[in-house]
């Protein structure tokens, strides 16, 4: 509740959770909010400008644009976030194990990682695809398998400097055991930072899962994806612009969202940040964090 | 109470494959009993924190024993809320998702007592270190160094331990808080009856609060004093340690 009040407190983070919140929401019950049918053609209709019926207009097929929008809403941002969530907590749980104990146990984890991050992540995409098929279901299955790594790593970072703190020393000297000094102290305190890493690299595994099937390797015809929405769009790309406006404008502004939500998150999240006068001071931290994301993800 | 035999302590420089090996304590024995306070000093880098570590139970030596009470140190069990420590670090001493409360908590959660016990120990041991109960909402943050050390004081007595390790526990501090924290370990030693081993570089502050100390240089122990004798110390590093701080 008081994180809510501390990201409502910036009004653009708030605008951003709204977003996000309502195309959540608008993905989760898209067969109610839809006004048609995604796949339902209707050839007299192609390409035709909005309507009252059909408020985006439709596409080379006639079918409503905004139902395909708000079914896209599934692929692009739902199962995205799915796949972001096991590959957090895959790397999560390695890089808790390896950050905290040290050792051989880290030293064998982290070259199992090191070998997963020699492969360029989209080289390492597309041979899973190759193997695998095409379809949705495979990239977010080599999305899972090729994020994991890197989330570990620096998960690993963040536990290991937690780790070396004089509280954990103290935990440790009056005798807490290692699963609760996990569950009460590494794990809260690592929290911000893990919301800051996956929330930014959320908002570029939205852009590549559009990005692989504007290639048509991704989700296959009929079904919606905002991705696939642009690549349709491509063909008549200088006759008829304002089909490739609409999944375009809706990719930019949640990617945004989600952007700006994962600046505002860190300062809410964290005690120390929540004093206005820290504020800028989180801001440069997270946008360097932020940076760093990019170039990797 | 505490015995320490023949320890040893080793690091490897490097990484995985290194060969450099750092030998930071070399045969260490020393013993301290019920009540008796220890200090431990040495110039930075002589291995002072490292053997804090291994006394805590945190570490374990290469070679050599540590016994407390008779049982093995690295035993958690046999640690449990019976040996505490403060650290030098006061920023990092405490959880900085915790308010004083609950950071207060945390040690009395070992003995399983009831909620209002938790709550009236928590005021108790806040006036114990002069601190009032309006701190039990701060984070650590809004703590100034001398008030976070006394909240890690009081956080260090809540299970009544009968040793206290306490690392460089008021170098960072300044002079008259200092005095301050001194005397309240001082007052603190008389109320629960327990030992203290007070590593420093500050051969005064050991002197102001230890029964005897222990020279260390190089992870070897140079000499053992009571502080009465201090002035006729032996070995040529503890004059020179003495001198330098007489002038
Ligand atoms: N975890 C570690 N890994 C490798 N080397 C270490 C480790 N901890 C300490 N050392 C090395 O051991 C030596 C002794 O360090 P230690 O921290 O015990 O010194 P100290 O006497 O406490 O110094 P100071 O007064 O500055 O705190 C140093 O040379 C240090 O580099
Ligand atoms: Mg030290």
Redesign the interface.
């Known amino acids: 509740m008081n994180m809510l009040k501390q990201i409502l407190k910036d009004r653009l983070a708030g605008v951003s959770l709204f977003i996000v919140a309502i195309t959540i929401a608008a993905g989760a019950f898209a067969p109610w909010l839809a006004p048609h049918d995604p796949n339902h053609i209707h050839m007299e209709l192609r390409y035709a400008g909005p309507s009252w019926d059909f408020p985006l207009g439709n596409d080379h097929l006639g079918r409503d644009v905004l139902s395909r929008l708000i079914f896209g809403i599934r692929p692009s941002v739902l199962y995205v976030f799915a796949a972001l969530l096991a590959s957090v907590c895959m790397g999560a749980i390695v890089g808790f194990i390896a950050g905290y104990f040290r050792g051989r146990t880290d030293a064998v984890l982290m070259r199992v990682v090191d070998a997963m991050l020699s492969f360029p992540g989209y080289v390492l995409t597309l041979a899973l695809i190759g193997m695998l098929g095409v379809g949705l279901e495979n990239i977010l299955i080599a999305f899972v398998l090729s994020k994991w790594a890197w989330f570990a790593r620096i998960i690993r970072t963040s536990v290991m400097q937690i780790a070396e703190t004089d509280y954990i020393k103290y935990s440790k000297t009056i005798g807490v055991g290692h699963l609760s000094i996990m569950a009460r102290h590494i794990v809260p305190v690592s929290l911000p930072d893990i919301a800051v890493i996956a929330s930014s690299a959320f908002g570029s595994m939205v852009l590549q899962i559009s990005g692989f099937s504007f290639l048509g390797l991704g989700i296959q015809a009929p079904h919606a994806e905002w991705g696939m929405m642009l690549n349709e769009a491509r063909t008549v790309m200088f006759s008829k612009p304002e089909l490739m406006l609409a999944p375009g404008l809706t990719i930019i502004l949640v990617v945004s969202a989600i952007n700006f939500l994962s600046d505002a998150l860190q300062g809410a999240l964290d005690p120390k940040l929540m004093s206005s006068k820290a504020k800028f001071q989180a801001r440069t931290a997270v946008s360097a964090a932020r940076l760093q994301g990019k170039e990797v993800a | 109470m505490l015995s320490v035999e023949g320890v040893e302590k080793f690091y490897k420089k490097g990484g995985?494959f290194a060969r450099d090996i750092q030998h930071v304590l070399k045969n260490i024995s020393f013993s301290c009993g019920d009540g008796e306070c220890l200090g431990i000093i040495g110039e930075s880098g002589s291995g002072k924190s490292t053997l804090g570590?291994l006394l805590?139970?945190?570490e374990q030596p290469a070679r050599g024993t540590i016994r407390f009470d008779g049982a093995n140190v690295m035993d958690?069990?046999a640690?449990?809320?019976r040996?505490?420590?403060v650290?030098?670090?006061y920023t990092?001493?405490?959880?900085?998702?915790f308010r004083v409360e609950e950071?207060i908590k945390?040690?009395l959660r070992?003995r399983k007592i009831g909620h209002q016990a938790v709550q009236d120990k928590i005021d108790q041991l806040l006036h114990q270190v002069g601190l009032n109960s309006t701190y039990r909402k701060k984070?650590p943050?809004e703590l100034s160094g001398g008030e976070a050390q006394r909240v890690s004081l009081a956080?260090?007595v809540a299970?009544e331990p009968k040793l206290i390790?306490l690392d460089e526990a008021i170098s960072s501090l300044d002079g008259s808080v200092q005095i301050q924290v001194l005397d309240l370990l001082r007052s603190l030693r008389q109320l629960y009856n327990m030992s203290y081993i007070f590593i420093t570089h500050d051969i005064q502050a050991a002197a102001y609060l230890c029964d005897s100390v222990l020279i260390i240089r190089d992870g070897q122990i140079e000499e053992m004093a009571k502080i009465e004798q201090l002035k006729n110390v032996q070995s040529a590093y503890a004059k020179k340690l003495l001198r330098m701080i007489m002038t």
């Open positions: 995985l570590r805590l139970g945190i958690r069990g640690r449990s809320g040996i505490s420590a650290f030098q670090d990092s001493s405490m959880n900085p998702f950071v945390e040690p070992l984070y943050h956080r260090a299970t390790v």
